[in-house]
């Protein structure tokens, strides 16, 4: 996540719909790199958290998009959230992955001392916490392809920032009920977001469907049987 302006890339895959894939904190579009979803792709290659609402309205105006789902994951979620918030009228579906109600702050005072210790030595702690011990191949894919990458790349300026949003970012449940079509999906075993807020918020929801994917951590996503999971809800 880049504090400058933001970036986003139309992927045309010969789909109808088009859906909004929002990674999460620490990681860019590439987590999304494994995902085949019936959808045209609209990925955000760079973004600031706190004009990300703003910055993706203003392309779906320019390009004439009417509609769009929202496929947000982690810190994400927050993001989808807040658009669909602002326009209503513009979300097919919002999807949200690894949510919770909001991260304490005392964990994140606690992430920004330890990236300013050592970012390198907390980031491979963090990502590591992403799988449940079932994730095996899910964290085998991860470090062949995004691990040494995400590292490297991941600046300290980028990462506060992401945790200064986080720190004012929250979801109310409530303020969702005008979305016709919400799917939240959460890993049982998800060590970052506790599945118990995941169910509070659905809790709230009449209309969403509930989604646990049994094995999974803070990566659903990645699982074998997402893809399945997706497109059967």
């Known amino acids: 996540m880049i504090s400058q302006a933001s970036e986003f890339k139309l992927q045309d895959r010969g789909f109808k719909k088009l859906i909004a894939l929002i990674p999460g904190w620490a990681t860019d579009y590439r987590i999304f790199n494994a995902l ?17 609402s703003d910055e993706l309205s203003n392309l779906l105006n320019k390009k004439s998009i009417d509609k769009i ?25 919002l999807i949200l992955l690894s949510i919770r109600k909001e991260f304490p702050k005392k964990t994140l005072d606690e992430a920004r001392y330890q990236l300013k210790q050592n970012k390198r030595a907390y980031l491979h702690k963090f990502y590591i916490e992403c799988f ?12 062949k392809y995004l691990l040494r990458a995400y590292l490297h790349k991941m600046n300290l300026e980028d990462l506060i920032s992401g945790l200064d949003y986080l720190s004012q970012a929250n979801i109310n449940a409530e ?8 799917r939240i999906f959460h890993g049982q075993k998800d060590s970052i977001a506790p599945i118990r807020e995941a169910k509070e918020i659905k809790s709230c929801l009449p209309q969403a469907r509930f989604i646990c994917l049994r094995s999974a951590g803070h990566l659903p996503f990645l699982t074998k ?5 997706f497109h059967n809800g």
């Open 36 to 52: 085949n979803l019936n959808y045209n792709y609209l990925l955000p290659m760079r973004f600031c958290p706190f004009r990300f």
């Open 132 to 143: 449940s011990d079932n994730d095996k191949e899910e964290r085998a894919w991860f470090r």
């Open 69 to 93: 789902s929202l496929f947000g994951w982690s810190l994400g979620g927050f993001l989808a959230v807040d658009f669909a918030l602002k326009n209503l009228d513009r979300v097919d579906e």
């Open 175 to 182: 303020s969702l009920a005008a979305i016709k079509k919400i």
């Open 225 to 229: 049987n997402f893809m399945g999971r």
